[in-house]
């Protein structure tokens, strides 16, 4: 009897942790779920705890919660929600051949079983991780495909992430008009579903893409806004992300010190997430500080650092943010050959990889 009562209690917790997570009370979901489970459910318990540590930014360690499913789940459904979860998390980390490979056996199971419904999430994943891989002429291509399917639909959420999407491949592959057009787009039509989520990220896109076009003063708004927006949330990595772009636009304004304030704000909770690539353009961003106040050897090292976490998640973009500046450095500290070499390399690493990061001044 007491086995019975057991479960049925724990049956309990995890519908109230389903209905945590589904209202974004993501800590609260991890303490209805932090006791153990009978056998039956341990699946169940652990993909809800890996749910809600991606939904706060926990990548790494939702991906292994997700890789450990995978090894013991039957259950198709449940093998392809696992396969796509993970897929993004890899995606996000930057690890784009290992989400391809992820999304394969997703794609293969749900195949088999003709579902179309996970066959129709599958197909935008695939398109994601092209774009991750910077096949931005490709994916956009599917984007839009994807985008009028969404919208015949009227399934308004999901056409405002597509989206979204189109806009950082349209912003870094150098159309920063299309970009803040469907950026704008996107945040239109989040607000329509009042998905409060996808609207922050929207307003993050529109920082973005603006900032580059020099627009400082649109930036800064946007990122107040969705900053704003985050911290009432439990999203970790929208916070983080608010304060990294905020502060980009303070330092291009010339508010050093401001920025400086919420460089390390981000600091802090990209640390806490595990997060090296996002962490690295931290850095970055406080590289720059340093250069502007001629401070060159507090620049380099923090250039150097960036360096080696936009490697570690295969970053293009920002190795060639570093290597510019430290080109740059490395000229007027009066290695002028060296400075040479690294300037050329940084020019053809972004000419192979299609994007216009040399040229962004107001970046």
Partial sequence: MKKRTDAVGAALRLERAKESIDSHAYGRALDLLKNPMPAGLTGERDFLVAEALRAQGFLARAALLYKNLLKRVSDPSAKIEACLALAACLRSLGQTQQARRVWQIGHKTAVRFANRGLLERLDLEKILILRASGDFHLSLKLLKKSE???????????????????????????????????????LRLARRAQDKTGAVYALFGLGGTTRIQGRLAEAQRHYAAALQAAKGTEDLFGQAYAHCGLANVLRQRGKSAEAE?????????????????????????????????????????????????????????????CEMSLSSILHARGRTSEAEKLFNTAWRRARQAGIHTHLEIFT
């Fill in 261 to 321: 304030r919420h460089y390390l704000q981000a600091h802090g909770l990209y640390r806490l997430l595990g997060d090296p690539v996002d962490l690295a353009y931290v850095d970055w961003g406080l590289g720059q500080i340093y250069m502007r106040r001629r401070d060159l050897k507090a620049a380099e090292k923090k250039l150097r650092l960036a360096r080696e976490g936009f490697r570690q998640g295969t970053e293009t973009r920002g190795i060639v943010l």
């Fill in 148 to 186: 009028s399917r969404l919208r015949r639909a009227h399934d308004w959420a999901g056409a405002a992430y597509v989206l979204w999407a189109m806009g950082g491949a349209l912003r870094f592959s150098g159309n920063l008009a299309g970009s803040r057009k469907a950026f704008l787009e996107s």
